[in-house]
């Protein structure tokens, strides 16, 4: 099994070549796909640490940008292992950052890991209003639709999607789940959501639960 406390580490750290070298050297060992989602929880808990290390002000955007896309790289390497593999779609999930919030690092690291898992991803981008959500919905018939945002003012541009799903008789066809830092049960009542995760992983397990 990987040594899951050095995985942490040196995403934390930002360490592109030591995660891939620890990651290629797991994918070799033949390993389970439950290993592999312990694997993707360890690689998430060094993306929580370079939140953490942002919000102190010792990382900055670049270092964000940097970590997404070095986690992107990293679910690649665990695809084949993680995901079955199997073409057949588990399920469809249109996501996007609703509109007011240009967020979209967790956005992407739910949509490479709803990808791997089976899902069929339709990513409608950042800072989206409430009419691309629902031509979305309507054009592709999804089962989940995900909204994301960090800044607190993404709770109410939520809501506003939600409620423009309802007037256009959508809501009840879909699943919905937001993600994102703000996100808490109150405001999940509030926005009229089904789900909210802070946590990709959570969400993707969610979002299984509900095409099962």
């Known amino acids: 099994m990987a040594d899951l406390k050095a995985i942490t580490t040196a995403v934390g750290e930002l360490e592109e070549d030591k995660v891939l070298e620890l990651l290629n050297d797991f994918v070799a060992s033949n390993p389970t796909e439950e290993d592999a989602q312990k694997v993707v ?3 998430q808990e060094g993306m929580a640490m ?4 942002f919000e102190s002000g010792e990382y900055f955007v670049g270092d964000l940008i940097f970590a997404g896309e070095l986690l992107t790289e990293a679910i690649d390497l665990l695809k084949p292992v ?3 593999g199997s073409t057949a779609k588990v399920g469809s999930i249109v996501i996007g950052t609703v509109h007011g919030d240009l967020h979209d ?7 490479s890991m709803a990808d791997a898992a089976g899902f069929e991803v339709y990513d409608l ?5 409430v009419q691309a959500f629902i031509d979305k919905v309507k054009e592709v018939k999804p089962n989940i639709v995900g909204m994301s945002g960090v800044l607190t ?3 109410e541009a939520m809501k506003d999607t939600v409620d423009g799903l309802k007037e256009a008789g959508l809501r009840d066809s879909v699943k919905i789940i937001i993600g994102g830092n703000p996100v808490t049960k109150e405001a999940c009542e509030h926005i009229g959501a089904d789900a909210f995760t802070t946590n990709a992983a959570e969400g993707i397990k969610i979002a ?3 095409v099962k």
């Open 82 to 84: 993680i995901g079955s």
């Open 153 to 155: 003012l993404a709770l």
């Open 50 to 53: 370079v939140g953490d290390l």
């Open 208 to 210: 299984q639960s509900w």
């Open 125 to 129: 981008g950042i800072d989206q209003p």
């Open 41 to 43: 929880g360890a690689c």
């Open 105 to 111: 690092i967790g956005k992407n690291i739910f949509k």
